[in-house]
T-cell receptor
Framework: QKEVEQDPGPLSVPEGAIVSLNCTYS??????FMWYRQYSRKGPELLMY????GNKEDGRFTAQVDKSSKYISLFIRDSQPSDSATYLC???????????FGTGTRLTVIP | DADVTQTPRNRITKTGKRIMLECSQT?????MYWYRQDPGLGLRLIYY???????NKGEISDGYSVSRQAQAKFSLSLESAIPNQTALYFC?????????????FGPGTRLTVL
């Protein structure tokens, strides 16, 4: 079983829709959770960063972590064509050096 | 964002050839990483280095070697390339802040081994 599971999609939504992206994980020691956005032919860039359980909001983006269910989510409100990209979840243990990535979900927002 | 640069951006080589991928950064970070990205497998860590004298194997180091020539430079070598090393390779850097350790990625090198 992989450490981190993520539905690869692809996911296609109309402009303005609310998008929900999710990852599940198996290692209960993961404490730091990240979402990266990767545009075509580019490197991943950090979008959201959360520690332990709870919610974090940044503009149109909200990250949620439910450690009891080993489940994290990224919500995008009022989605825009510029949000079209692959979204990767990543996570690690406290004090650990390795980041464990999901396989990424490819999102297309249709104008 | 040119803080992390990778050369070459694209490379086609033949089985058995030695190849080096280079990474340079101007972010002043101590930590540097090499990942490969494959469809359906995501990003996997090959090697990482916390300073010039510190090199560590990642999840998939077999068939690869690295060199940390300076704080700002970290190279990945394939001693004898094989077709299943065809992938997208990313270099990343991070600062040593324990609570975040945000990684910043370069633009990637697309490697094809024939």
């Amino acid at each position: 079983q992989k450490e981190v599971e993520q539905d690869p999609g692809p996911l296609s939504v109309p402009e303005g829709a609310i998008v929900s992206l999710n990852c599940t994980y198996s290692n209960s020691a993961f404490q730091y959770f990240m979402w990266y956005r990767q545009y075509s032919r580019k490197g991943p860039e950090l979008l959201m960063y959360t520690y332990s359980s709870g919610n974090k909001e940044d503009g149109r983006f909200t990250a949620q972590v439910d450690k009891s269910s080993k489940y994290i989510s990224l919500f995008i409100r009022d989605s825009q064509p510029s949000d079209s990209a692959t979204y990767l979840c990543a996570m690690r243990e406290t004090g650990a050096n390795n980041l464990f990535f999901g396989t990424g979900t490819r999102l297309t927002v249709i104008p | 964002d040119a803080d992390v640069t990778q050369t070459p951006r694209n490379r086609i080589t033949k089985t058995g050839k030695r190849i080096m991928l280079e990474c340079s950064q101007t972010k002043g970070h101590d930590r540097m990483y090499w990942y490969r990205q494959d469809p359906g497998l995501g990003l996997r860590l090959i090697y990482y280095s916390f300073d010039v004298k510190d090199i560590n194997k990642g999840e998939i180091s077999d068939g690869y070697s690295v060199s940390r020539q300076a704080q700002a430079k970290f190279s990945l070598s394939l001693e004898s390339a094989i077709p299943n090393q065809t992938a997208l390779y990313f270099c990343a850097t991070s600062s040593p802040t324990p609570s975040t350790d945000t990684q910043y990625f370069g633009p990637g090198t697309r490697l094809t081994v024939l």
